[in-house]
């Protein structure tokens, strides 16, 4: 039996390595895909809000549609939007460390997970909003 040299070590250990990089960035490209289905998702719900308050509501183009819980669902869109375009870029910066493991990233310690679920919960949470606002109004009519 061949005992392993340094040099087939290294290479194994290279093979590895770069099995592993693979690995990681298979699957932060599809969270990214994913990320970027609930941005665009995202978007399409904030158009919808002031186009339901119109056309199904039946509010006047001049009245004012803006209360406190279309606000509060405007908001939670537009974090999910902010937060999943963030973990877009936060994951590019995290396989970039896994390149050149020297580099400097003062964002490490928020791992792209965090945002991903702040992206989650703010598009869920206006998507509750905006349900529990539309069956409310539409109620009241």
């Known amino acids: 039996m061949n005992k392993p040299t340094e040099e087939k070590s290294l290479d194994w250990h290279e093979e590895e ?6 690995r990681k960035q298979k699957i932060m490209s599809m969270f990214s895909d994913n990320a970027k289905t609930y941005i665009q998702l995202s978007g399409a719900a904030l158009a919808l809000t002031l186009t339901f308050a ?3 509501l039946r509010i006047p183009k001049d009245q004012k549609v ?5 606000i ?5 869109f537009l974090l999910a939007i902010i937060s999943g375009a963030f973990y877009q870029y936060r994951a590019v910066k995290l396989l970039e460390t896994e390149i050149n ?4 990233d003062w964002w490490r310690k928020l791992e792209p997970g965090v945002i991903y679920g702040v992206m989650l919960a703010a598009f869920y949470g206006g998507t509750i909003i905006f349900t529990g606002y539309a069956i409310f109004r539409l109620w009241r009519a």
């Open 17 to 22: 390595c770069r099995a592993t990089f693979e």
């Open 54 to 56: 119109h056309e199904i």
């Open 66 to 70: 803006a209360d406190v819980w279309m």
């Open 72 to 76: 509060l669902m405007w908001a939670c």
């Open 101 to 104: 493991w020297q580099s400097y």
